[in-house]
């Protein structure tokens, strides 16, 4: 049977599309771009919290601050302006809590008529190896259904959910995709989803209108990077297989080739940190959809909710 899977000849710059937000995806960017990869990221506008959210609503700009991780990931190692751009403002009435590149950003979407020019814009002050898109140009709200079957409004709201999170939407539904996006997905040899919050940094991204088809249909390995630990209320109690599920449910089935998953037996979590199972049964049944499982040690032991870059990077070389 022939592989659904891109196969090109002779010398050739690999292009990696990388879809998420939050914290994980920076990590999986700056892992790439030490590859020499053709490397475009794909974020989430949906954020509605902290600096982010407090721009949307006064200048009704889109939320600045994870694309303003990824630029900062992707600046060139000698940018001078990279550190600038991560600037927290401590105090000042309108500025404590504000980083200094959410600020810039906004500047530039006024400057220069819109957000995708102010991150071109960004992108160009900083030196960017690659491309930081937007997953869509249109103003979302997260909206999700929990396990109680209660309505959560927001991103920050359903981020910090009591209950489990079982289901998201956006509204506007379907809202039109970046169109650079879906080329970006298309023509890539590699796409990696995550880490990140499920619900809140991954799935944003999947239900803006083309995406999960275009990840459906890419000659390119997808692979899902499973989180290391569940997130309370979120993802309370979920397995390895349940975060794989759920891609499937919101427009992925048939899409994912490979999952990487953190080995909890190699290297334990602290007591107080629910792992996401991995183990035989749960690989299994993961198999048992046609998706390849990798287990391996990708814990950060100072900080053991997340992955730690330099193993993450390691395992991820042998898979893109």
Not at 290 to 302: H, K, P, Q
């Amino acid at each position: 049977m022939a592989s659904r899977h891109r196969q090109r000849q002779g010398p050739f710059v690999r292009r990696a599309v990388a879809i998420g937000g939050g914290t994980g995806l920076p990590v999986v960017l700056r892992c790439l771009a030490s590859w020499e990869y053709d490397v475009t990221a794909v974020v989430t506008v949906a954020d509605d919290g902290g600096s982010s959210g407090t721009l949307r609503r006064e200048l009704g700009v889109l939320p600045p601050g994870d694309i303003r991780n990824c630029l900062v990931a992707l600046a060139a190692p000698d940018s001078a302006l990279a550190e600038v751009f991560q600037y927290r403002f401590p105090a000042g009435e309108g500025l404590v809590g504000h980083a200094l590149g959410n600020l810039i950003i906004a500047a530039l979407a006024e400057m220069r008529g819109g957000f995708a020019e102010a991150i071109e814009g960004a992108s160009q002050l900083l030196g960017v190896r690659g491309r930081v898109l937007p997953s869509t140009l249109a103003d979302v709200v997260l909206f999700a259904e929990d396990d109680t079957g209660e309505r959560v409004v927001g991103q920050e709201n359903v981020a910090h959910s009591a209950a489990r999170v079982c289901s998201v939407h956006l509204e506007p539904a379907a809202p039109p995709a970046y169109a650079p996006v879906l080329d970006a997905i298309r023509q890539a040899d590699v796409v990696v989803l995550g880490p990140g919050s499920l619900y809140t940094s991954i799935m944003p991204n999947l239900l803006i209108d083309g995406v999960a088809e275009a990840l459906r249909a890419t000659k390119a390995r997808v692979i899902y990077i499973c989180n290391v630990a569940n997130q309370r209320g979120e993802t309370t109690g979920l397995d390895a297989v349940g975060h794989v599920l759920a891609l499937e449910e919101h427009g992925l089935r048939g899409a994912i080739d490979v999952v990487l998953v953190h080995d909890s037996d190699a290297a334990p979590l602290p007591d107080d940190i629910s792992p996401v199972d991995g183990g035989a049964n749960a690989r299994a049944r993961i198999e048992a959809h046609g998706i390849t499982v990798v287990v391996t040690d990708l814990v950060d032991r100072s900080a053991p909710m997340h992955h730690d870059p330099d193993l993450l990077c390691a395992a991820l070389r042998g898979l893109a």
